[in-house]
């Protein structure tokens, strides 16, 4: 009778040390540090994404879509001379809309179709940015005449993002620190990181063809990368 009520005096005692250990933790949190850090990493952007487009006109829709095929596969045929890729060229927009001719409307007669309207988008990756001014005057002469933009970016963005979340664990812990020690506390260990997200801006050149002389200068400038974390740490007893 004896071995069992020390049986259930230590099973008691199990259980009683961790919940009076539970409730202390909960009733004297360990002071901690939380930091946002932010890192950036400027660079070249590489490559390069034209938004271009053929808009035709004519009396019937069979003959403004035939103008428009006709006008973009010259473009497209030599673009793809100048060593674009195929996988670089990507349709992004294809419409035919009705012209109305709405002032017969005003004098009572009804709306009135006049023509129509064929247009047809395409984005165009360059991986040469050498190349991007020649090609945008190129594709310009050969017919091209909706001109949306050029967007710049990075063929390999990852290890650029990555030195920039470097960077900001850097910088959370550098101002950690800082705080720690006007504190007059000292850092312990990380209880908690996580990635707010990271941002690849890309900067876009824009214009329009009736705007083009002899050549388009396109000036790619840099790119700035960056990348937020939240890190929080214990503060050493």
Known sequence: MRVHKTLILTALLALTVPALAGAQAIGNPQPSITITGEGMVEVKPD???????VTTTAKTATE?????SAQLSTVLTNLKAAGVADKDLQTSGLSLQPNWNNRS???GSGNEITGYTASNQISVRV??????????????????NTLNGVTFGLTAPDPV??????????NARHRAELLAEAAGVKLGSVVTI?????????PQYKGYASAVAESVPVEAG?????????????LAP
């Open 47 to 53: 490559m390069a994404t034209i938004s271009l487009g």
């Open 64 to 68: 403004a879509m035939a103008a428009n």
């Open 105 to 107: 409307y005003a004098s």
């Open 127 to 144: 991986r040469d940015l050498s190349q991007l001014g020649g090609l945008l005057d190129a594709a310009i002469t050969d017919g091209v």
């Open 161 to 170: 993002l990555d030195a920039a979340r470097k960077a900001a664990v850097a």
């Open 194 to 202: 996580s990635e707010n997200g990271s941002y690849n801006p890309q």
């Open 222 to 234: 840099a790119l700035n990368l960056t990348a937020s974390v939240t890190v929080v740490w214990a």
